[in-house]
């Protein structure tokens, strides 16, 4: 090892150094990350070269063709309407999730101690909602909704829900526990322990994770978009398939402004609210 | 036994009215207004009015919505009852998961690679602020992006393929990395660098002596959790993108072959596959962290 010059403590017989057992360590993740990476080409036919190549090749192409110009900025109040309505369905999406995952977390909670059998019930039926990916609940939407606004609405609506019914069934396990004791040793109903112990101690939390979704759900309700040909995913899909490259460069920034935007606006309400 | 009338004169004059807050029914309040308590509040009513404004304006394109659920819900009861496999084999339905899956581990190796040093230079207890910042804003800028808008944007320059997915999958991946492996580096003992700068160890064998063995268990939890959000979004990808892999194999599914059935054998597989790898990060959690 570099840089350990100094006289070496005597080290008992059958006892490795620390300073071994750290390389061998490093020396076997390295070995296994190789060995995913080299299976991993393979099997995706991936060539390291290509890869390396493409991308100076692709900065210096969107650095030519993405930039907006004058036709692209022409389209900007089509753009910032559709930009708009996404963010407003994100927010209704996860609003809507929160109120029906925090029903739900309370009957999934050990803290209530409503029934144990009803909890693990909510456990599975949210490991199952957070597990199939939003693409399937779009495909599936796409059959009878069409292109609608609500096929996303619905498909980010299950993802949403069983992601935040976890982590509602977590923060409140975690942040409730020794309130709802104090409360129950006074005699308090259920009710009364949810809403004089449970919500308010939960409470900064519970928005964190709310605000976090709404971020999420704004990247993924473009993925949605592509998909489904709704939204501002599909005004993307649309410049980008007629190769008008300007005016999908100008959907790019504008997604990228709104997501750092929201993110900011976040961090300040954490702050505010921890 | 006098001691026991000295109610009227209390030891120690306590204003009670001064510290009893009472609302306009003469009630005692028994919470106070707090300043976090009040943020809360005014988060939860703008979320909601936003809500409310939201539905008031989508267009709905006059949408039968009874009927479109009703008709939703008999296709669940098929995908998910009478899964069967007709436009696919199930090796190769296989071989295509296992694509999806070394897509998710190729770019999370990538995107490791990539954070392990960006989070060197933009970690706060080490690195030169100024380099951090500059690399932060890049990184959030990157993370910005949606991940498919990486990939289409990829496609275009390098064809499509694998190439364009890992690359793409590899942009969003290294800016979340990076934020969480700089996150972890903060949270080291700041003496054990003050006492190897102190002996005049390099900016290196600090990294190497101190910052990688005592954040080690932290990265190699994130990188898991990374490579199952990988996994699910080389799924999406290759739907939305034709990126290949399972996730193609999904949109074929549904919208090319029209088969629920299909569908819902290939959803069955991912659930399978999207919960193996849960559990084997929840284990690696909780045995490094």
């Known amino acids: 090892m570099p840089g350990v010059s100094m006289e070496k403590a005597p080290i008992p017989e059958n006892q490795t150094s620390v300073f071994v057992v750290r390389k061998r360590t490093f020396t076997l993740v390295f070995l296994g990350v190789s ?37 692209a900025w022409s389209r900007f109040p089509n753009i910032l309407e559709k930009l708009i309505e996404t ?31 009803i909890g693990r019930g909510v456990r599975i039926v949210a490991a199952f909602f957070r597990n ?100 501002i995913g599909y005004m993307f899909d649309l410049y980008y398939k007629r190769m008008d490259y300007g005016s999908a460069g100008l959907v790019v920034i504008s997604i990228v402004a709104l997501v750092i935007l929201i993110e900011t606006i976040s961090n300040q309400i954490r702050k505010a609210i921890m | 036994m006098s001691g026991l009338v000295v109610a009227d004169a209390a030891p120690f004059a306590l204003d009670l009215q001064k510290y009893m807050h009472k609302n306009r029914a003469g009630k005692i309040k028994t919470a106070a207004m707090s300043k976090n308590g009040f943020a809360v509040k005014l988060t939860v009513l703008v979320l909601l009015g936003l809500t409310l404004y939201g539905f008031a304006t989508f267009d709905y394109k006059n949408i039968d919505i009874a009927e479109a659920v009703a008709g939703t819900f008999d296709n669940i009861k098929t995908m998910f009852g009478r899964p069967r496999l007709s436009y696919n084999t199930l090796a190769g339905a296989l071989k295509a998961l296992f694509v999806t899956f070394s897509l998710g581990a190729l770019s999370t190796v990538f995107g490791a690679v990539i954070a392990l040093f960006g989070a060197l230079f933009c970690a706060k207890n080490i690195a030169n602020p100024k380099a951090a910042n500059i690399i932060k804003s890049f990184v959030a800028f990157i993370r910005a992006v949606p991940t498919i808008l990486w990939v289409l944007i990829f496609t ?134």
Request: one cysteine or more; glycine letters at 8%; charged letters at 10%.
């Open chain 1, 35 to 71: 060995a995913v990476f080299a299976i991993s080409s393979v099997v995706t036919d991936y060539n390291v070269i290509d890869g390396f190549v493409a991308i100076p090749r692709a900065v210096s192409w969107i650095a030519e063709n993405f930039v907006p110009d004058k036709k």
């Open chain 1, 87 to 117: 963010a407003l369905l994100s927010v209704a999406v996860t609003v809507c999730a929160a109120v029906c995952a925090l029903f739900s977390a309370l009957l999934g909670t050990k803290t209530t101690k409503i029934n144990p059998w």
């Open chain 1, 132 to 231: 199939v990916p939003d693409v399937v609940w779009a495909i599936l939407l796409l059959f009878s909704f069409g292109q609608n606004i609500l096929t996303g609405f619905f498909a980010l609506f299950f993802y949403t829900f069983g992601v935040l019914t976890r982590t509602f069934i977590e923060t409140i396990d975690e942040v409730s526990a020794n309130c709802v004791e104090a409360l129950r040793a006074t005699g308090a109903n259920l009710l009364q322990t949810v809403f004089q112990g449970i919500l308010p101690s939960s409470a900064p939390e519970i928005v964190s994770w709310i605000l976090y979704m709404i971020e999420t759900n704004i990247r993924n309700s473009t993925l949605i978009g592509v998909l489904t040909a709704t939204g």
């Open chain 2, 156 to 289: 275009v320059a390098a064809g499509l393929g694998s190439v364009a997915a890992v690359i793409g999958l590899t942009f969003h991946s290294a800016g979340y990395l990076i934020k969480a492996y700089a996150e972890s580096i903060e949270e080291m003992d700041d003496g054990i660098i003050e006492a190897l700068k102190a002996s005049g160890a390099s900016f290196w064998q600090i990294v190497f002596q101190a910052v990688l063995p005592s954040s080690v268990g932290y990265m190699i939890a994130w990188t898991f959790l990374r490579f199952e959000i990988n996994f699910t979004n080389a799924v999406a990808v290759g739907a939305a993108a034709g990126a290949g892999g399972i996730g193609f194999d999904l949109y074929m599914a549904g919208s090319h072959y029209f088969d629920l059935r299909e569908l819902g054998f290939i959803t069955y597989m991912i659930v399978a596959a999207v919960i193996a790898l849960e559990m084997v990060a929840s284990k690696i959690k909780s045995r490094v962290g």
